[in-house]
């Protein structure tokens, strides 16, 4: 079965402290992707990915970086985290072209406190 | 940018019954798609629909397409208690070096037994 794992699910971080969300995927995807998710304001993109070492700003890059050292790795990093970053956290992943849908991850519910 | 709208945010019906979900959309698409989302959980894709299609059918679900109108509808026959869950329509948008997925808001779905 494939799979798009993220590496916690729930997650609870001081303000201030540098953030590390992992998204590991099994299908060779070429294309990676992160979004958050907000009550009343739906799915948003922060950062993606169309190969290794390459990324491309989303919507809401301000706040995180991200990093593909790997194909199947792609990581999520809060710079220095702030309590509006409290979110859940979505990876997905596809192939490259237009006919294909996203799988996605179980989420990380990140708490900042 | 939210390119995609759901109508309506909430539907409440029972067992047996059929849902009715629309999209509506603003700019040229490639292809539509829907997505599942059970409480607290990530998305899961159920159909893609291309644009030179009108109607498409997988098991329970029938997806109608009318460009003209820039609009979509996901049907959900003889529903079932865990057909409970939010549901998203999604289209692509192009830009940078690749594409990527801009989600509505979501249509919550509560099936009643």
């Known amino acids: 079965d494939v799979k798009v794992t993220q590496s916690s699910r729930y997650l609870v971080k001081r303000t201030g402290e540098k953030v590390f969300l992992e998204c590991v995927q099994d299908?060779?995807?070429?294309?990676m992707f992160w979004y958050r998710q907000d009550p009343g304001l739906g799915l948003r993109l922060i950062y993606f990915?169309?190969?290794?070492?390459?990324?491309e700003k989303g919507d809401i890059p301000e706040g995180y970086s991200v990093s593909r050292e790997k194909k199947e790795r792609f990581s999520l990093i809060l710079e220095s985290a702030s309590t509006n970053q409290t979110s859940m956290y979505l990876c997905?992943?596809?192939?490259?072209?237009?006919?294909?849908?996203?799988?996605f991850g179980s989420g990380t519910r990140l708490t900042v406190v | 940018s939210q390119q995609g709208e759901e109508d309506p945010q909430a539907l409440s019906i029972q067992e047996g019954e059929n849902a009715t979900m629309n999209c509506s959309y603003k700019?040229?698409?490639?292809?539509l798609q829907w997505y599942r989302q059970n409480s607290g959980r990530g998305l899961v894709h159920l159909i893609l629909?291309?644009?030179?299609?009108r109607e498409k059918h997988s098991g329970r679900l029938r997806v109608t397409l009318d460009t003209s109108k820039k609009s979509s509808s996901l049907l959900i026959t003889a529903s079932r208690a865990a057909d409970t869950a939010s549901y998203f329509c999604?289209?692509?948008?192009?830009?940078?070096?690749?594409?990527?997925?801009?989600f509505g808001k979501g249509t919550k779905l509560s099936v009643k037994p």
């Open positions: 629909i291309r644009s030179n299609e």
């Open positions: 997905a992943s596809s192939s490259s072209g237009p006919l294909y849908g996203y799988t």
């Open positions: 700019t040229s698409i490639n292809n």
């Open positions: 999604a289209t692509a948008r192009y830009g940078g070096s690749q594409g990527n997925l801009i």
């Open positions: 299908m060779d995807h070429e294309n």
């Open positions: 990915s169309y190969d290794v070492k390459m990324k």
